[in-house]
Every structure is written in C-alpha cells, then in structure tokens.
C-alpha cells in the first residue's frame, strides 16, 4: 500500500526506535527476556525455537494489546514506546478502511467484516534482523503463513522477504514509505478461499540489521473462543462451504502445536465434502 495515509515519519520512527531498542546493551533487554507466552510485553531470539526446533536470524519485540483504546504505553521498552503508540493510533483508521474495502471486494455491505468483531489490531512484532556471515547456513524467518486475519508489514530497505507465488519464491522488494497487506489463515477460512492466505520468508543477509514491524490483525479476547466459519452469505451451490467452524483459540492451538514446519495449518479445517 502507498498513500495510506501514515506520515513516512511515523513509519520511520517505528523503525529507528525498534533497531534502538534491539541494539541497546544487552542488560537494557533482559528486563523483557521471556518465552512466557501470557507475557503481553516479550523479547525473544530465534523464536519458535522450541516447536521447530530451527534456530531462526532473529530476535523480537513482541507486544500484545487486546483493547488498542486502552493501550498502557508504560508497559512498553522506554526508548520506543511513543513510537509504538503513535503508529498504532495512526494504524487504527487504516484497519477499519481495510475490513470495508475487503468487505466490498466479497461483494458484501462495507461493514460486514467489522461486523463479525474479528478485524482487531492485537499484536505487533518489531524484528531485529542481524547481518549474517554465512547466510546460506541458516534463515531468518522459516516459510509459513500467519495464522491471523489480517498482516500489515513495514520493512525497511534492505530486504529477505520473499513471497511464493507458483512455487517460485519472489523477493518482496521494499518500496520506501509502503505498507505490505497480507491475507493470513483464518482470512481465506471465512472467505472460504477467496482471499488466500500468502506464504512467505525471511532470507538471512549479509546486509543489515534489517528491521521490521508485523502488525496481527485478529479477534481481540473475549471473541477468541466464539465460531468463525465461511461467511455464510458467500456460500452457494456453486461455491459450497469448504472449512469447518472453528475459535481463533482453537486454530491458533492448533497452529502452535505444529510449528513453523513449513506445512500449512488450514487444510486440517477442511470440510471432507471439501476433498472428495
Ligand atoms: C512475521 C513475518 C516478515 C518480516 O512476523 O510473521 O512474516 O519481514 N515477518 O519480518
Ligand atoms: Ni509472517
């Protein structure tokens, strides 16, 4: 996306402030150091770590938020805080023309996405990249498709994403001033297939440290255990009902106990009917 509408500068902020904060010394960072997952404020290296059981390029700020009206900034790293906050206010309004512009491209009312209360801003990821000295040996973020509804990615301009279209990985080149929009999982679950969830990659480089910023868009809390299925209104004879309800909770389970495997987590909600 360009002319979003986000000053460059909010966006540059958001950037400057995360490689600030990963390259502060190392005692700065440990104050967030965890793996506990029901910590709101965290920062990990090689995430997935565990589940993968790949070592990944990578360290990350993640920051979970529920209600982005009531945001408690004090809870975030001092030295980007006001960033975070600034970005995610400026976020907000691009969320809800996104759920509108998606709703009217399903040919549905404009709020009919906003209406099923699962377009939330509920996690930002800002990722350390570090140069890497033997790039071929290892991977910055292992090919997989966020489980969300919705991704809204900043990166800077040194590049490693890369996309699979065809079978083919693309390199994403970064675009000054952009925001990238990725459908995730649970997108193409209630669009039953419309919009297909994207499968991507982070390449180490020698370059760097590339920094980026992954916004989640999802159901905030208390809609996490509610059913989502295929929107009903979308179904027909022609275009039946290819993926079974199912929670945010219960996917995201799923999802983890997996981990980035490099399999998609979507094929195991499919309907039989679906495969016959
Ligand atoms: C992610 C992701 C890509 C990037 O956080 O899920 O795919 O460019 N990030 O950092
Ligand atoms: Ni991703």
Not at 53 to 67: E, G, H, N, V, Y
Not at 108 to 137: G, K, T, V
Request: glycine share 6%; net charge negative; with cysteine.
């Amino acid at each position: 996306m360009v002319n979003h509408g986000i000053p460059t500068g909010v966006l540059d902020n958001l950037l400057r402030s995360t490689r600030e904060f990963h390259e502060q010394p190392k005692e700065m960072r440990m104050e967030f150091y965890t793996r506990d997952c029901t910590r709101k404020v965290k920062y990990y290296s090689t995430g997935d770590l565990y589940q993968t059981k790949t070592a990944q390029w990578r360290d990350t700020l993640s920051c979970d938020f529920d209600d982005t009206s009531k945001i408690d900034l004090g809870s975030f790293p001092e030295i980007c805080r006001n960033e975070i906050g600034d970005y995610l206010n400026r976020l907000h309004g691009l969320k809800n023309l996104l759920a509108e512009l998606l709703s009217e491209a399903l040919g549905l009312s404009s709020n009919h996405l906003a209406s099923l209360e699962c377009f939330d801003i509920q996690r930002l990821l800002c990722h350390y990249y570090p140069p890497c000295p033997e790039p071929d040996l290892t991977i910055g973020i292992m090919k997989h498709s966020d489980p969300y509804i919705l991704t809204i990615l900043l990166q800077d301009n040194i590049g490693g994403l890369q996309i699979l279209h065809k079978n083919q990985w693309v390199d994403v080149t970064p675009v000054q001033g952009s925001l990238l929009v990725n459908a995730g999982d649970l997108l193409q679950l209630i669009t039953n297939d419309h919009f297909k969830s994207v499968e991507h990659r982070v390449v180490a480089t020698r370059a760097g440290p590339r920094i980026s910023a992954a916004c989640f868009i999802y159901p905030r809390n208390k809609n996490q255990s509610k059913p989502y299925g295929p929107v009903k209104e979308l179904l027909s004879d022609k275009n039946p009902q290819k993926y079974r309800e199912t929670s945010f909770l219960d996917y995201i389970h799923y999802f983890g106990s997996k981990g980035l495997d490099g399999v998609k987590a979507l094929p195991h909600f499919q309907l039989i009917s679906a495969n016959e």
